[in-house]
T-cell receptor
Framework: GQQLNQSPQSMFIQEGEDVSMNCTSS?????WLWYKQDPGEGPVLLIA?????ELTSNGRLTAQFGITRKDSFLNISASIPSDVGIYFC?????????????FGQGTILTVHP | GAVVSQHPSRVICKSGTSVKIECRSL??????MFWYRQFPKQSLMLMAT?????????EQGVEKDKFLINHASLTLSTLTVTSAHPEDSSFYIC?????????????FGPGTRLTVL
């Protein structure tokens, strides 16, 4: 099945720094989704990308759908303490996996005040 | 919009008892609901896919008799962990895909922390 490789696995940054994380897949995706999970909560959809080359922003967050359709990145500018959490990329599992998503391993973000 | 609730948020039970977790889409109808399990600092592990009015589809390695899923309506799915044991302790999260979704977006509930003593 399709696999997503997400990196880095974890990041420790100072408040105010910019953050970048990315996801690559072994096959072509038609959609990329980025989620954030706060400790003890369910994931929340941050950004959805539907077209190759698409660049979409949501506040301090910017995500891009790679032209090859096999990668995506998420940037967070001017990080703040509440950005702490686990960030997941996800895409349709493909084939006959109706509606299922494949998730990356997650990037654990820690922001030091 | 696209709010999903789960109940209870946390539950502690004795070994051998059964626990039911509810997942509701509050402001939309869901064609499909999904149940995940998550261990600390790990990614989401899909357990099963639930469609209203039909039997759930379980992922490989997930015991269907252990994790009973009922999808009674377009807004409610339940997961029952039968004869729970300490190794079933985990964070269980449901998600739902709206009827109107075109790109398989899933909206997640807040999760249920299950602790089996």
């Amino acid at each position: 099945g399709q696999q997503l490789n997400q990196s880095p696995q974890s990041m420790f940054i100072q408040e105010g720094e910019d953050v970048s994380m990315n996801c690559t897949s072994s096959s072509i995706f038609n959609t990329w989704l980025w989620y954030k999970q706060d400790p003890g909560e369910g994931p929340v959809l941050l950004i959805a990308l539907y077209k190759a080359g698409e660049l979409t922003s949501n506040g301090r967050l910017t995500a891009q759908f790679g032209i090859t359709r096999k990668d995506s990145f998420l940037n967070i500018s001017a990080s703040i303490p509440s950005d702490v959490g686990i960030y997941f990329c996800a895409g349709p599992a493909g084939g006959t996996s109706y509606g299922k998503l494949t998730f990356g391993q997650g990037t654990i973000l820690t922001v030091h005040p | 919009g696209a709010v999903v609730s789960q109940h209870p948020s946390r539950v502690i039970c004795k070994s051998g008892t059964s626990v039911k977790i509810e997942c509701r889409s509050l402001d939309f109808q869901a064609t499909t609901m999904f149940w995940y399990r998550q261990f600390p600092k790990q990614s989401l592990m899909l357990m099963a896919t639930s469609n209203e009015g039909s039997k759930a589809t379980y992922e490989q390695g997930v015991e269907k008799d252990k994790f009973l899923i009922n999808h009674a309506s377009l807004t409610l799915s339940t997961l029952t962990v039968t004869s729970a044991h300490p190794e079933d302790s985990s964070f269980y999260i449901c998600s739902a895909t709206p009827l109107a979704a075109v790109y398989n977006e899933q909206f997640f509930g807040p999760g249920t922390r299950l602790t089996v003593l």
